[in-house]
């Protein structure tokens, strides 16, 4: 018997089944039915994958990070030093070196966007691995969507480091209340006493000097609530 993609199938069928076969074929009837034609049909279809079937071809996934991540870098290799050496691949977009907060010191990674995704791969290829100033550079493509939001946020601004000895001297000249003046002079006492005690159990005759705290008197002010 043959199907409709011209597949050939052989059936064994019993006697009843061939008579009422033959009794509609001379009804006039356009369709045989065939019981399991539909399953015969598709044991003859060829596998997915298999020699009579070809899967489309997938593309590779296009390159579109421009942001590279340098880790690594020696002391010295700053932004301004960066920019030089980089340009030499490309337009470099901007670029940033993470620093400490306090001391404004390098903290030897930072990050780099060009304009192109194509100068980027390149320079992530021949930079990776790169002796310089006896680092190794550690350069890698950082896709679109882990770039985070904040990641450029105040990047052409010059850092400014903290002055800490102005900081410490506002801080030692500020203020106190009566209370925290007294707290201050316990401990300073505390911190004497473990001291002489130190000097005394390493056998060294020496006589401290007594410290004298500084205690402000009270306000002679009287403040009248207003009626």
Known sequence: MTLRDGSTVLLQMGTKAKKAMIKKSKKGS????VPGHKKAAADFLPLEGGPG?????????????????????????????MEGFFKQFGAVKRLR?????????????????FESPEVAKIVAECMHNHL????????????????????????????????RVQIERKRQNKERTLEKQKKLV?????????????IEAAGIDYECPEIVGISRPASKKIRFDEE
Request: aromatic residues 8%.
């Open 30 to 33: 356009s369709k045989l039915s």
């Open 53 to 81: 079937h070809e899967l489309p071809e997938q593309e590779p996934p296009k390159n579109t990070g421009t942001v590279l991540y340098i880790g690594r870098i020696p002391h010295g290799f700053y932004e301004n030093e």
């Open 97 to 113: 070196i993470a620093r400490n907060k306090k001391t404004g010191k390098s903290k030897h990674f930072g990050f780099i966007e």
């Open 132 to 163: 310089l100033f006896e680092h190794i550079l550690q350069v890698h493509v950082v896709p679109p969507e882990h770039v985070h939001p904040k990641l450029w946020k105040g990047v052409n601004r010059l850092y400014k480091p903290l002055d």
């Open 186 to 198: 316990e401990g300073i006492g505390k911190r004497d006493q473990k001291r002489r005690k130190r």
